[in-house]
């Protein structure tokens, strides 16, 4: 049930991952969306989300309106334990604290954006 209609979907069609994100999109709350999707990286995978992760469907978030989701989110009080690291090539990448410490959070970033690509 969202803040003004339900939604109901047909799980041999969708994840329930996916249904909840589809959900997210269509409740247009970049900031909700925003925590929400971090702090599930960081928590399941547990790993930094990078930014352009949210350009995806269904969000469809450029990086501009994942920043502004993110300083929205801090100025709120809503994502205290959400922090921002960038990788030694520029990609941006954001995590939750109570998850990933900063120093595990700046590896992994480093791994996903720039080592791995060396590895594969």
């Known amino acids: 049930m969202g803040a003004e209609s339900y939604y109901l979907y047909d799980d041999s069609a969708?994840?329930?991952?996916?249904?909840r994100w589809a959900f997210l999109a269509a409740e247009d709350d970049?900031?909700?969306?925003?925590?929400?999707c971090v702090r599930?990286?960081?928590s399941v995978y547990p790993r930094p989300m990078a930014r352009e992760n949210l350009a995806n469907d269904p969000f469809r978030m450029n990086a501009?309106?994942?920043e502004a989701a993110f300083a929205e989110a801090r100025?709120?009080?809503?994502?205290?334990?959400?922090?921002?690291?960038e990788a030694s090539n520029g990609d941006v990448y954001f995590y939750s604290t109570t998850y990933l410490t900063p120093r595990r959070?700046?590896?992994?970033?480093?791994?996903?954006?720039?080592?791995?690509?060396?590895?594969v």
């Not at 100025?75 to 690291?85: F, T």
């Not at 959070?105 to 590895?119: F, S």
Request: aromatic residues 6%; proline residues 2%.
């Open 14 to 19: 969708m994840t329930d991952a996916y249904a």
């Open 30 to 36: 970049p900031v909700a969306t925003f925590i929400e």
């Open 40 to 42: 599930e990286e960081s």
């Open 64 to 66: 501009e309106a994942v």
């Open 75 to 85: 100025a709120q009080g809503r994502a205290d334990d959400i922090e921002r690291v």
């Open 105 to 119: 959070a700046q590896a992994l970033a480093e791994w996903d954006a720039v080592e791995r690509i060396r590895n």
